[in-house]
């Protein structure tokens, strides 16, 4: 096993370096003339590259039901352990938004027996990490701790102890909630955080995906009461995955979990049930006016897939032809050729509600038309043309030399365990992922973009000077002016 293991790394650092060489290529070409532009340095990807066979992972279950996984990495002597909590936001009582994240944020403020300092310092005097963090759509909640070797029984203790006795106490939530109140004020002058604000709003609508942030009478609800009664119902062994990887033995583990946690008591914990998330309205720009701006965010739009959805894959090929680095069509378009940005990227994201795929650049006022008509340009490009050969390898590659680099990073590897775990995906998902990127093709992009990337419901977000950039975006449908606050100002 280990010689294959070797056999198929050595192969994949081949294909990391012949993906590098192509994305070098691709940075030092010739400043493209025309919206054909064609970047050199083309390399096959070889069939034993995709033959990949993951290390295995030691897993296991305590006695009080809590998942253990362990991952042996024996080049340096490190490790790194993640409890991770299948509650998160999206778990948040209905009058309590924001109870998951500042329960996590407030694990390390304080137990029954360390205050905030003292673990500060603990943690530090080790060389260690540790930090615990939950998001406002998450489904769940997570506790990193890192070290050497060496302090591994010292940082399991405080580990477990922010887990098992925090006291959540109330000068540390005060603490939490000015800094969050201030953040709030300061957000408010982002355009990204804008349009970011607007994008989840007009995708989720009522959905509690839409929150990126809490309204400051929700930060003020929270109390150490809030996060104790969150803390109790969501912190059980059965509702928890122990995650390891680094210079430790499974069986050593093992036994200090039971030493450590046996006597966390199970308990019923009550399901996190996730709305479905409903179709978005008709296509819609939205300006968020903000002056004096010089420049305009635009960012534009559709629902996507669930994590578990078949079209995962194609949906991945099709978002690194459109927008996945500096070698995909929006970057070579608006930077490159254009001239009107420093960057234009796409994104795609599935989870266990539909993602969205989303396109962002940020361009000078005076080219916001222009650049407008250049990103419907390629959305409109990718669903009405075949991606030529040499483009389409191009990503692939650049894919799955990506996925080549996590084999080099044992804490990523465990962070694709978990992925499989949470998502319920089959247990080889990992073992044939870039096999199954391999195999899609051209038809299969074109498919999955004039299914997805749905131009009747295409939703665009503007945020800059609407005086002088609303006018310039009503040839791409009705325009709804709102202010840095999310209010509506006017539509026309």
């Known amino acids: 096993m280990k010689r294959i293991i070797s056999k198929s790394k050595r192969a994949l650092a081949a294909a990391i370096v012949m993906a590098a060489a192509t994305v070098l290529c691709a940075a030092q070409a010739p400043k493209p003339a025309s919206k054909s532009l064609v970047i050199k340095g083309k390399t096959p990807i070889s069939k034993e590259v995709l033959k990949v066979k993951l290390p295995r992972a030691y897993e296991t279950k305590l006695s009080n039901g809590m998942q253990v996984i362990v991952l042996e990495s024996h080049k340096l002597p490190t490790f790194a352990m993640q409890m991770v909590v299948l509650s998160g936001g999206l778990a948040d009582p209905a009058d309590q938004h924001g109870a998951a994240q500042a329960t996590s944020a407030s694990l390390r403020e304080g137990t029954k027996t360390r205050t905030s300092k003292q673990i500060a310092e603990q943690v530090d005097s080790l060389g260690a990490s540790l930090s615990a963090t939950s998001?406002?759509?998450?489904?769940?909640?997570?506790?990193?701790?890192?070290g050497l070797t060496d302090n591994f029984d010292q940082i399991m203790e405080l580990f477990a102890d922010v887990i098992l006795n925090p006291s959540f106490p109330a000068d540390e939530l005060n603490k939490f909630k000015t800094r969050a109140l201030a953040q709030l004020r300061a957000q408010r002058a982002q355009p990204g955080f804008l349009a970011n604000e607007m994008f989840n709003k007009v995708m989720y609508g009522s959905h509690p995906a839409s929150r990126i942030s809490l309204a400051a009478d929700e930060i003020q609800r929270l109390t150490p009461e809030v996060l104790q009664k969150f803390h109790a119902i969501h912190y059980k062994p059965n509702n928890a995955i122990f995650a390891i990887v680094g210079d430790v033995k499974p069986a050593e583990i093992v036994a200090k979990l039971e030493k450590t946690f046996g006597s966390w008591q199970r308990g019923d914990v009550p399901p996190t049930n996730i709305p479905k998330v409903s179709e978005t309205s008709a296509?819609?720009?939205?300006?968020?006016?903000?002056?004096?701006?010089?420049?305009?965010?635009?960012?534009?739009?559709?629902?996507?897939?669930?994590?578990?959805?078949?079209?995962?894959?194609?949906?991945?090929?099709?978002?690194?032809?459109?927008?996945?680095?500096?070698?995909?069509?929006?970057?070579?378009?608006?930077?490159e050729d254009k001239g009107y940005t420093y960057g234009a990227y796409s994104g795609f994201s599935a989870f266990k509600y539909r993602g969205t795929f989303r396109a962002d650049t940020q361009v000078r006022t005076e080219v916001t038309k222009g650049s407008m008509d250049e990103l419907m340009y390629e959305i409109k490009r990718i669903r009405d043309e075949k991606v030529e050969p040499e483009e389409f390898d191009r990503a692939k590659r650049t894919i799955i030399g990506g996925f080549a680099l996590q084999l080099e990073s044992p804490p990523q590897l465990v962070n694709n365990i978990i992925t499989q775990k949470l998502y319920g995906l089959p247990a080889d998902y990992w073992d044939t992922y870039t096999l199954k990127i391999a195999a899609i093709t051209p038809d299969d992009v074109q498919r999955v973009a004039k299914k997805y990337l749905d131009l009747g419901h295409l939703q665009i977000i503007a945020v800059g000077d609407a005086s002088k950039i609303a006018d310039m975006l009503k040839q791409y449908g009705t325009v709804e002016i709102y202010d840095s606050e999310g209010k509506p100002v006017k539509s026309s």
């Open 135 to 146: 998001g406002l759509s998450s489904i769940n909640s997570l506790v990193s701790a890192s």
């Open 283 to 335: 296509a819609k720009i939205y300006v968020i006016n903000r002056v004096p701006s010089v420049q305009t965010n635009l960012t534009l739009g559709n629902l996507s897939i669930e994590r578990t959805d078949p079209d995962y894959y194609a949906l991945r090929v099709m978002d690194q032809v459109v927008g996945g680095g500096a070698s995909a069509r929006l970057f070579l378009n608006l930077r």
